[in-house]
């Protein structure tokens, strides 16, 4: 099922969620006759959904059960009050909170269960599936609960039932993975100020150890925040963005569009793919392992084009061993970073450039429309 601004086509294969509204059930039964897949699937081009890509003839079945397996997070009512006194519901101000969780979500299953994991309705035993999504339950005591972020937010400067932008959630995310020793994870978030090269390879250590102790690594998220343009989009970056998607490495990206934060996890043709956390749902008690986890997982693809994308967005990039990691490096300096290209999303350098020795000649564009970050 794909939904956009302007248009919604289902498919036969992408039923909505189970409805008792019999208005929606109208509805959905009208939309149903919009297109039928084959007509619809074969004249698709390019479509990648994190790292993969889905070749004709596509196989639809399939298709559904890695957008379905992707854990869904939404706006929730009903969950204990924030700080004691705060709201209990998210709705209004918390999707770029849920978009950073779906992408942090996405993270621990490609380090924990593996990209071809699936998930299935009626039966999802495996322990590290539940282990995750409790990550993420609406309670003050889970590690990344909406509780959790919004309280830390607080020291980033943003109050309770404020909007956060994609580089504050992922300052607010690293902060809490600090504090939660079990997973090992680190973050890496690239600043233009930083040097991802020599600084990744030099304090990424494992968990169990201080800083310069330890010559392991530990699993590591790279996020990097990026402006593309000014007040909208700009539309040079596009190809560039369609490359970072199609590495096997991405968990994606988080943005949107003006006032509403989106998770993005892959491209058809010329628009976006993303998981819309904008629903409003009952929080979920007694949060046990083997309930019922539908609320968690949709089968409802929505697109974006391209030029309705916000400027600001944050990619994120997982590597389980150093040697990921390396090879995540060359696939962005093959596929994403060109030497001479002015369209570049970002600088990647094994040291920081001596900007005091540059002459007068070689002068940075300070009123240039473009940001990169270096690596």
């Not at 790292?51 to 969950?79: A, C, H, M």
């Not at 250590?205 to 593309?228: T, V, Y």
Request: charged share 25%.
């Amino acid at each position: 099922m794909f939904y956009d601004d302007l248009f919604c086509s289902l498919t036969s294969s992408f039923y909505p969620k189970i409805s008792s509204d019999p208005l929606e059930q109208t509805e959905n039964s009208q939309l149903q006759n919009v297109s039928r897949n084959s007509k619809f699937f074969s004249e698709i081009d390019r479509l990648f959904i994190l790292g993969n890509q889905y070749s004709q003839p596509i196989d639809e079945k399939e298709l559904l059960k890695d957008v379905s397996t992707r854990l869904w997070f939404t706006y929730r009512k009903g969950f204990s009050q924030i700080n004691g006194n705060g709201p209990d519901s998210d709705q209004g101000w918390g999707c770029m909170i849920r978009c950073g969780q779906m992408m942090l979500a996405e993270t621990f299953i490609r380090l924990y269960l593996g990209r071809e994991f699936k998930w299935d309705s009626d039966i999802t035993g495996n322990p590290f599936y539940w282990k995750i999504l409790s990550y993420f339950k609406d309670e003050k005591l889970a590690p990344y609960s909406i509780q959790q972020i919004a309280m830390m937010g607080v020291g980033e400067g943003i109050q309770i039932g404020k909007w956060f932008g994609p580089n504050a959630i992922a300052q607010v995310l690293n902060k809490l993975t600090t504090y939660e020793e079990s997973n090992h994870l680190r973050f890496y978030i690239a600043m233009d100020n930083y040097e991802l090269m020599k600084t990744c390879n030099k304090c990424i250590k494992c968990k169990q150890h201080k800083k310069g102790k330890c010559e392991e690594w530990s699993p590591l998220l790279l996020i990097i925040p990026l402006r593309l343009g000014l007040n909208e989009f700009n539309q040079d970056y596009t190809e560039s963005l369609k490359r970072c998607l199609e590495i096997k490495y991405t968990v994606g990206l988080i943005g949107g569009k003006p006032n509403q934060a989106y998770y993005f996890y892959g491209y058809l043709d010329d628009e976006l793919l993303y998981m819309d956390p904008h629903e409003c749902q009952p929080y979920v008690p007694n949060f046990v392992q083997e309930m019922n986890d539908k609320t968690y997982h949709t089968n409802i693809m929505w697109k974006l084009k391209f030029s309705h994308l916000d400027p600001s967005i944050a990619l994120g990039f997982v590597c389980k061993h150093e040697e990921d990691f390396l090879e995540l490096i060359d696939l962005l300096r093959k596929d994403v970073v060109k030497d001479g290209d002015i369209h570049s999303l970002f600088d990647i350098s094994d040291k920081r450039p001596d900007f005091d020795s540059l002459s007068a000649t070689d002068s940075l564009d300070v009123n240039s429309d473009d940001e990169f970050v270096l690596i």
